[in-house]
C-alpha cells in the first residue's frame, strides 16, 4: 500500500545512537499504528494512536518513544536499543470508528549493532 | 483466549497449480483482512472480508463468519505468489487486529 509512506527504508544504527522512523500518510485516516515483525514471524502490536494520542501501548521498553505531531505523520524515536531489536517496523492506517481495513507502508528494515 | 490459526504452514506448489489456504478464528469478528508478504517485507492488502465472498483476478476469498473460518484460494500460481500469507482478524471489541502465524507458499516453475 504505496498511501502509507515510511522512511527510511533501511537503517543501521550501533546502541548508543538515536534514531527515528517516520510515517507519513495522507488518507485522512486518523489511527495510526506501530508493528514490530521478526523474521518468519506475524507483525507484532507496539503501539496505536487514535486522534493523535496514543491509545494503546503492548508494554513496549522505554528505548522506542512514539510520538504523532498531527494527523498525518507518525514517528518512531529510537534510543539506546539492543541487537535483538532489530527487525522490519511497520507503520499501518485505517479509519476511526468502523471496522475499516487496516493499510500498511513498506516498512523500516531496521539492523542494531 | 483470542486465537487465530492458519493452515498449512508451508506449502510449495508446480507453477499452474491451485490451492486453498484456510484461517480459522475463535470468536466473532467485526473485520478479517488477508494480505501478502512478498519476499521484500511488503504487506499488500488482498481482501477485507468478514462475511462473503469476493474476487480478484486469480485470487479469491470467502468468510462464514458463523463458522469462524476464512478461505483464500490461488488458482493457476504464479512464481511472483510466493511469500507469507497472513490473515489478520478484528474482533468485536475494542481489541486490536490478530494475525495468525501465516502460510509461507513457495511456487516453483
Known amino acids: 500500500d504505496t498511501e502509507v509512506t515510511q522512511t527510511p527504508k533501511h537503517l543501521v544504527m550501533g546502541m548508543t545512537n538515536k534514531k527515528s522512523l517516520k510515517c507519513e500518510q495522507h488518507?485522512?485516516?486518523?489511527?495510526m499504528y506501530w508493528y514490530k515483525q521478526k523474521a518468519k514471524k506475524p507483525p507484532e502490536l507496539m503501539f496505536v494512536?487514535?486522534?493523535?494520542?496514543?491509545?494503546i501501548n503492548e508494554s513496549v521498553p522505554s528505548r522506542f518513544s512514539p510520538e504523532c505531531p498531527n494527523s498525518s505523520l507518525l514517528n518512531l524515536h529510537l534510543h539506546a536499543l539492543q541487537p535483538e531489536d532489530s527487525a522490519l517496523y511497520l507503520c499501518?492506517?485505517?479509519?476511526?470508528?468502523?471496522?475499516?481495513?487496516?493499510?500498511f507502508g513498506n516498512g523500516t528494515r531496521l539492523t542494531v549493532t | 483466549g483470542i486465537q487465530v490459526e492458519q493452515s498449512p504452514p508451508d506449502l510449495i506448489l508446480q507453477e499452474g497449480a491451485n490451492s486453498t489456504l484456510r484461517c480459522n478464528f475463535s470468536?466473532?469478528?467485526?473485520?478479517l483482512q488477508w494480505f501478502h508478504q512478498n519476499p521484500w517485507g511488503q504487506l499488500i492488502n488482498l481482501f477485507y472480508?468478514?462475511?462473503g465472498t469476493k474476487q480478484n483476478g486469480r485470487l479469491s476469498a470467502t468468510t462464514v463468519a458463523t463458522e469462524r473460518y476464512s478461505l483464500l484460494y490461488i488458482s493457476s500460481s504464479q512464481t511472483t505468489d510466493s511469500g507469507v500469507y497472513f490473515c489478520?482478524?478484528?474482533?468485536?471489541?475494542?481489541?486490536?487486529?490478530?494475525f495468525g502465524k501465516g502460510t509461507r507458499l513457495s511456487v516453483i516453475a
Open positions: 499501518a492506517t485505517r479509519r476511526t470508528g468502523d471496522s475499516s481495513p487496516l493499510h
Open positions: 488518507m485522512g485516516h486518523r489511527a
Open positions: 494512536y487514535s486522534y493523535e494520542k496514543l491509545s
Open positions: 470468536d466473532s469478528v467485526n473485520n
Open positions: 472480508i468478514p462475511s
Open positions: 489478520a482478524v478484528l474482533f468485536s471489541g475494542n481489541t486490536p487486529l490478530v
